[in-house]
């Protein structure tokens, strides 16, 4: 094995920042080229880190983001950001904390799917004499929340619901359908039914005379799949600076774009049932095994060496919470390596944004050889 | 539904006082009635908590603690615990932190379970002139790492390879493989199974001449099962405070003995799908889904009202990052019940160390009321 040692304690968050780079140009490119006018709107929940951020959002030539959490709009807040999507369904008890930003000159825009939260912002809205900017959620593929492209009864009751307490800015959706699009085709699909679902829906609002300026969606296997965004005026989508196993198992992604890693030493041995132990348990790893249902199950992770290189057939085939047992897919002709206790590997990762979230921080390398690269550490944040 | 609200941030996780400390002298009263000399060393990688360790070790009579990473220990340390057992492998990048905290006065036994680790070891301490004690891992039933009781060609290599300059303080096993056990009888056997494996590989060291005398054993299914502690010197066990849907699966505890829940606000429905979505998903929740291969899976929680009790056949079915979808099992009677935008739930966690490790800290109750509980806020700590 290569005696290459990252001088960083184990398990460890690394970050190749080349394939971050070459991650958010990727992005940049494409949407440059095929919708010039397409304003990217990149979403922090992967990174919940401000340096991070910035390096994307400059990649990205964006200054707007999106955001999963309050404790996210509030940090990239205080970093400067002014142009903020909180994108999960907004309930009475979190306006007070939205409305501080807006007083503090952040458009911060909040979603609802239901006249029933709509009623509450209203209400918030006149009590407190503040316009909050808001988007009507739309479900374009039935995955999770949303109202249909074609209720119009339920997208009218909650435009009326605003009122002018209220400012209805459009429409917003998430086609979270095409994590499970494994062919191009199927991802180019998802795109269309996407930006359909949304322009669908501005046009009903617009239509019934209310204003839609905003017509906003994505995720990532959609945003690397379109090619017809007329109509819409913004894109979003988090995990792909970082990309991971499961990106890789839909073919959004190569294995080697992949910029996220855990790095680990090895523990142990039980050489009888060709185990490795790595300290590396689901601590460090997150417990999602997002390629289960994959064509290949890379169950905890694949394992590379220290430079970042996949080692042949080797997983992570289970976690306890500080250990990890490698091994060798079964189906393998491939003979578990010797790699002896105290040498470091580095697991890539099924989830990134989970994976991530285990971690304090990342160390952020500038080169896949511990001998030349420079570390530096830069902190995430969490909670709420 | 009721109407009763707690004021705190949601997704947040909830601790129930009463019941931790009903758990903890649940374990402190059993092994004081069954093994009068057996001392107690809790295992703080669930808690993560100086404040909640201390309420243990308390409550338990014990000062001794095991941890599962250096973090854990450096920050018992400085909280003034002396006596720290780190109870995964080492490996010799680790171990000048483990010397700072003996330096410091700190007890902190470190284990490995190999002769390569033991030489770095010796090396180490003869290097630095100093004295880390060690304990030799034990593999009782081939679920993770350890020598096998039986190897005493590996027992003494170990041993020998420590040599006078580490001190070798004895033996250490933990019965993972009683998480498997659903049956009293099969924890009964498991906790015998540890508890000869570790008497057993003690006797070989003592035999061929090496002191011994520290002979540790534990998991939370066999330290309330175990009934045959002779030659046991401590006892280790970890999620038994808390305890969560696992540990109700197997009968290790009953549902209502469950200390820990996540707090959670409903943001929206999907009436024709029966899904009702709350603002926890799997970053409030953890992606553990340890209940999956038990006889009733509970899938990523079961929900309770803002109260906790627990609701019929009402499940966090799947989750996105910031997103549950909960609905009733298919297999139910049950109508889905109604529960309005705004209202707040409780969710039961699978597995109570991975869903307390997605939070910053504990809101602490005083009781399940929140129109007579109060509130305090324990931080948690995270990282390596």
Known sequence: MDEARWD??????LLDLARFDANARRLADRTKRLAPDLALRPHMK????????RRLTHALGADAITVSTLAEAEAFAKAGYHDILYAVGITRAKLPRVAAMVAGGVDCQIVTDNAHAAGEIARFCADHAVQLPVLIEIDCDGQRAGVKPEDREGLLAIADTLGQTAELRGVMTHGGGSYGAVHPGEREAAALQEADAVRSAARILREAGFQAPTVSLGSTPTAF???????????????????????AGLGVCERHDIALSVLTTVIGHQREKGWILCDAGWMALSRDRGTQGQAVDCFYGLVCDAKGTVLPDLIVQSTNQEHGIITVRDSSSHQLPDIEVGAQLRILPNHACATAAQHQGYNVITSNDPLSASVEWMPRFSGW
Do not use: H, Q, Y
């Open 8 to 13: 960083i304690a184990t398990p460890g968050l």
């Open 225 to 247: 799949a379109g090619a017809d965004w007329s109509g819409i005026t913004e894109l979003r989508a988090g995990v792909f600076p970082f990309f991971d196993l499961v990106m």
């Open 46 to 53: 992967t990174l919940k880190s401000v340096e991070l951020g």
